[in-house]
């Protein structure tokens, strides 16, 4: 859910400034380093309450009252500040499970500054300053890599959180990325135990750290965490945090309560940066439909870091986006739109324009769908099985990165995988059968693939998913759902209304139920014409005769007449084409056998039909 402020929480907000002690930084009267080492002399000291007392600590101090407001934990890698959680921890429960096989499996302790950094001792090993409660999975995937921006994503998290390759100057190795609305929170750690433990953080070797006592980060994380700390300023869920561990520990983080210290101490937004990030290169477009463009392009570089890029359609600024994809929403169908991109950094830089590229949006009601989706699933007698795979999303689609995958009897893991090849046009289909499914069921030579793999012998109570780059987006079936039957003896046909795919199975909402072995309606089968058959499009063309030879004929009632022919599968591929001719003779010898449609058109008139290769 998205984060609400009431009018409540604003005076909470507000009066929780008030809950720092009276005189608790009466000594913190200097500037730069000055500043820091009071700051220390006043937070250091704090009361121990053990490895083991930070779960005690989590029930006051990591609540969720800011965002869904349901006192879960509040985890900042498994938060999502814009829209619903992909999962919830309850305090006291779901911890230390042990396995953390996947996201949601149970929550554990994150050290911000990683434990083996300071040989895992007290107190640093139990300061819930920078220690907090989040998924053990991606804790795990975290492991000891430095917080930075990602130029390329190895993992991503089910909230956005990222790890991979780093953006940050100077430094080529592994980072964790949190979302946007942690980031200062993060920094404001990392300055709280570079300021705690001003006196032993000197003797500490980690990639951010440069060895002193005083500025403690190299410029170039320095330089991030300032940025961090500028772009996220202190939310009421840090200040409720803060207030919470005083309660337990006796200390306060002082970037929290004075932000402004900050900047006193260590400059705050890089100072004297004047060099913008380097301009984004590649802008594409992925993907349209009438009210919308998806793009995507490379990475820009920046001195410090880039911290997020400008999206404009017809010199217009439609979105700012911290990674190098951008939906534009809201546009007007059949209109051509020029789009760019600019990068920009914390200073305020901002880059030159990348390419622009002129896109037009799909007419109105095309197109809707947002990726590849399973729109036919038959689960007959004996070998009668089949899939269809739908493309209405307006764009061709390389089936590359594709995978068809099973569960069997609602155990185990997932198959290996059957990969798709090709690619699909709009509005197409794609059909996967069974090399043994009966031919009055349908034909295999129409099929895209033929094929007794695992994938497709499965029965009723078999998950069946559509994965892209080795994520499901689509599932036939529930995953780990048991033996019971979902789907068997049946035909099941994706309801009209359900335009794109979704990783959780609904039969009555998305599917209609027909009897066993209805196969009719597979790939939009027609009924085959007869062989030798003159096939009557209209008065003026015919084509005779159903290709046996490897060839037919294209007549007119009149010579030399000019049109155009396509061939299309039953599945949707164009496979043959032939523009402005006035050949009569149509070669179709290098077809595989089956049922195709031809379109033809001359001057306004199109005419469809279908034949059959034999």
Partial sequence: MKKHYSFLLLLVFTASFAQIPSGYYNTATGTGYTLKTQLYNIIKGHTDNGYAGLYT??????????????GTVLDMYSENPSGTDPYNYSTGTTQRCGSYS?????YNREHIIPQSVFNEQSPMVSDAHFITP????????RSNYPHGTVASATYTAQNGGKLGSSSVSGYSGTVFEPVNAFKGDIARMYLYFATRYENTVAGYSYAMFDGSSNKVFTTAFLNLLLAWHTQDPVSAREIARNNAIYARQNNRNPYID???YVNQIWGGTPSGDTQAPTTPTSLASTSKTATSITVAWTASTDNVSVTGYDVYANSVLKTTVSGVTATITGLTASTNYSIYVKAKDAAGNTSAS???IAITTNSSGTGTATDLLFSEYIEGSSNNKALEIANNTGNSVSLSAYTIKKQTNGAGSWSTGLALTGTLTTGSKFVIVNSSISSACFSTSAANISTTATELTFNGNDAVGLFKNGVLIDIIGTFSGGTANFATDVTLRRKSTVTSPSTTFNLSSQWDSYTTDTCNNLASKMAQTEENEIIELSDEIILYPNPSDGNFYVGFSALDEIYSIEIISFAGQKVFEKQNTSDPAISVSHLAKGIYLVKITKDSKTIIKNIVIK
């Fill in 354 to 356: 990348s390419n622009t």
């Fill in 102 to 106: 996947v996201e949601g499996d149970c």
């Fill in 57 to 70: 600590t989590y029930q006051t101090s990591d609540v969720d009252n800011f965002y869904e407001n349901d």
């Fill in 258 to 260: 004075h932000p402004e």
């Fill in 134 to 141: 989040t998924d053990g999975k991606v804790n795990g995937i």
